[in-house]
T-cell receptor, first 113, second 109 residues
């Protein structure tokens, strides 16, 4: 479990500010994912990456930007935070291949005031 | 479109009682389904997958293609089973999961 970490664990910001959530994994997994967890919605995929420099949109990408210059890092940026982006954000990683187990980070609780 | 539905947001049972957490899905193809669990103060983790046809911590889940269901069952609930349970479906390509809304299981002593 310690192989995937997220920072910060808690963040309070204001509407309109830019926020970056970090995700780091030590397994050299090719796939990385960002989800947001909201009551009643379960987890929804924001963005994913199949490899370094390859990213693609998930279900709810609007208002978010990702990059993946290195295999081990997958930062998520909220360009101009909105209150609707208050959520718990989870990063996950997996080996390549359909159905491979996804390993989740501890989550980042973000509050946008 | 793929969709996973967990109709119960909260399920409360007594210790020793049988448990069934419901999961229904819609998917045009051969589905691959999972149950993930999040215990209090722990990370979300894989509980079981239908392909393995295994029993983990006494839980089993059978894929019923006719009813498009993948219900999670345990004959005798334990207090340590209290957690948030998510049913998930993997998409066609890559390894992207579509999650249900989750069911919180509370096992009372």
């Amino acid at each position: 479990d310690a192989g995937i970490t997220q920072s910060p664990r808690y963040k309070i910001t204001e509407t309109g500010r830019q926020v970056t959530l970090m995700c780091h994994q030590t397994w050299s997994h090719s796939y990385m994912f960002w989800y947001r967890q909201d009551l009643g919605h379960g987890l929804r995929l924001i963005y994913y990456s199949a490899a370094a420099d390859i990213t693609d949109k998930g279900e709810v990408p609007d208002g978010y930007v990702v990059s993946r210059s290195k295999t081990e890092n997958f930062p998520l940026t909220l360009e101009s935070a909105t209150r609707s982006q208050t959520s718990v954000y989870f990063c996950a990683s997996s080996e390549s291949g359909v159905g491979k187990t996804q390993y989740f980070g501890p989550g980042t609780r973000l509050l946008v005031l | 479109a793929q969709r996973v539905t967990q109709p119960e947001k909260l399920l409360s049972v007594f210790k020793g009682a049988p448990v069934e957490l419901k999961c229904n899905y819609s998917y045009s193809g051969s589905p691959e389904l999972f149950w993930y669990v999040q215990y209090s103060r722990q990370r979300l983790q894989l509980l079981l997958r239908h392909i393995s046809r295994e029993s983990i911590k006494g839980f089993t889940a059978d894929l019923n293609k006719g009813e498009t269901s993948f219900h999670l069952k345990k004959p005798f609930a334990q207090e340590e089973d209290s957690a948030m349970y998510y049913c998930a479906l993997v998409r066609n390509a890559g390894n992207m999961l579509t999650f249900g809304g989750g069911t919180r299981l509370m096992v009372k002593p």
